[in-house]
């Protein structure tokens, strides 16, 4: 470690990475073959896909590498960092279990069903989904985003402050309860779980095609390096340096896990399942809170799926269905699927759109961003609407 601690800064952030894309490549090689072997595999059949079915809820793998570097990373952090990646560590192994037991529904009905089942009706298939002893409920899976957020909200990992688009930050802190030795902060408490809420499901709903969902995030994860890099850069208060420090740490070794899932995904060889997908999003919404509150940006290459996501909810709304059930029609990759654009169309559109907002929000100012942010509003809205009226 002491060899570790002697090396600079970009040097440790490189040796990271470099280290990660190979614990990634081998432990998603083993996890592939134990996967198949124990017959973790999904059911693609009743989904109308034509393929074998393939390793699912191996993006479990990813808290997996990021623990077991995270060992090595422990000491090289000052004590306020060292208790941020515990209170991650600790997080993210509940998002990682709930979600992955979520991701055994699928399993069991590959496990237990003949090849007959590509018959069954979508009323029989839901009613196996409800009858298989694994499910989460979606009440749980939203209890739980609200518990991981709230638990976030009572720490040192918390918004408490968003920036004035007049001129500097408005501060949330004002205002707080004391319980014991306690002291909760109710404004950065509420606005930590609304941000949660928000990211865990704009993430998990982007999931309906292969690789849509990682390459997303590994186009976010990409922009919050290089905003995260130019903070470290200009800004030298030792706060700043320390936040960004462990950022672009957590950042070298989470994004190889993500790009070799990407990899592996896009045809698919695997599938990430609610684990892998869950665990990118509180790795996602975490981070960006750490990196001196760049909700905004994160926002912004997110944003295809944050007003998506809002559509979604707000049309299940109006039919009077349960805003968090999902469905394979309302969501902007089903509905492009549906006009006949390809998957590979599909992938591009997104991966290009939260790219090209998420750099313009790097080099813009507070103002700028919210203009761009509102131009990305009626781009969705417009293919939306021209959507709508194709059909």
């Known amino acids: 470690m002491n060899f570790l601690a002697s090396l600079p800064f970009?040097?440790?952030?490189?040796?990271?990475?470099?280290?990660?894309?190979?614990?990634?490549?081998v432990i998603f090689h083993i996890g592939k073959?134990?996967?198949?072997?124990?017959?973790?595999?999904?059911?693609?059949?009743?989904?109308?896909?034509?393929?074998?079915?393939?390793?699912?809820?191996?993006?479990?793998?990813?808290?997996?590498?990021?623990?077991?570097?995270?060992?090595?990373?422990?000491?090289?952090?000052s004590d306020i960092n060292q208790h941020r990646l515990f209170i991650i560590l600790v997080l993210g192994a509940v998002?990682?279990?709930?979600?992955?037991?979520?991701?055994?529904?699928?399993?069991?009905?590959?496990?237990?069903?003949?090849?007959?089942?590509?018959?069954?009706?979508?009323?029989?298939?839901?009613?196996?989904?409800?009858?298989?002893?694994?499910?989460?409920?979606?009440k749980v899976r939203l209890a739980m985003q609200i518990g991981i957020g709230a638990i976030i909200g009572i720490t040192s990992i918390k918004i408490s402050y968003i920036s004035n688009i007049f001129g500097g930050v408005l501060?949330?802190?004002?205002?707080?309860i004391v319980l014991g030795s306690l002291q909760i902060y109710l404004i950065p408490l509420i606005f930590t779980i609304i941000w949660y809420v928000i990211v865990f499901n704009s993430v998990n709903w982007s999931d309906g095609v292969p690789g849509l969902t990682s390459g997303l995030s590994f186009v976010t994860l990409l922009v919050m390096t290089i905003l995260t890099i130019k903070l470290y850069l200009i800004d030298s208060s030792s706060l700043s340096q320390a936040n960004s420090t462990f950022v672009l740490f957590c950042?070298?070794?989470?994004?190889?896990?993500?790009?070799?899932?990407?990899l592996y995904n896009i045809k698919p060889q695997v599938l990430?399942?609610?684990?892998?997908?869950?665990?990118?999003?509180?790795?996602?919404?975490?981070?960006?809170?750490?990196?001196?509150?760049?909700?905004?940006?994160?926002?912004t290459v997110?944003?295809?799926?944050?007003?998506?996501?809002?559509?979604?909810?707000?049309?299940?709304?109006?039919?009077?269905?349960?805003?968090?059930?999902?469905?394979r029609i309302h969501h902007l990759h089903y509905r492009l699927?549906?006009?006949?654009?390809?998957?590979?169309?599909?992938?591009?559109?997104?991966?290009?759109?939260?790219?090209?907002?998420?750099?313009?929000?790097?080099f813009l100012d507070k103002v700028g961003k919210v203009i761009l942010f509102f131009v990305l509003i009626i781009i969705v809205v417009f293919i939306t609407k021209i959507l709508s009226l194709k059909k």
């Open 251 to 262: 950042l070298a070794i989470f994004i190889p896990s993500v790009l070799i899932g990407w």
């Open 272 to 299: 990430l399942g609610e684990s892998g997908t869950m665990f990118i999003a509180f790795m996602i919404a975490t981070l960006a809170i750490i990196a001196g509150g760049k909700i905004a940006t994160v926002a």
């Open 171 to 176: 501060y949330l802190d004002q205002y707080y």
């Open 95 to 138: 998002v990682t279990l709930i979600s992955f037991v979520d991701d055994l529904d699928t399993i069991y009905k590959f496990d237990r069903e003949s090849k007959s089942d590509v018959k069954k009706t979508a009323e029989e298939l839901g009613k196996m989904r409800r009858d298989t002893p694994f499910i989460v409920p979606a």
């Open 302 to 327: 997110l944003g295809v799926y944050l007003i998506d996501a809002f559509y979604v909810i707000l049309m299940r709304l109006y039919n009077k269905k349960n805003p968090l059930a999902g469905d």
């Open 10 to 25: 970009f040097t440790q952030f490189g040796l990271f990475f470099w280290v990660s894309l190979i614990s990634s490549f």
């Open 33 to 77: 073959y134990l996967f198949e072997h124990f017959g973790f595999l999904d059911n693609p059949a009743p989904y109308g896909h034509k393929r074998k079915p393939v390793p699912l809820g191996i993006g479990s793998i990813f808290y997996i590498n990021f623990l077991l570097l995270s060992l090595f990373l422990h000491p090289l952090l």
């Open 337 to 362: 699927l549906n006009m006949g654009m390809s998957e590979n169309f599909v992938r591009y559109f997104v991966y290009s759109l939260a790219f090209l907002f998420g750099m313009a929000a790097i």
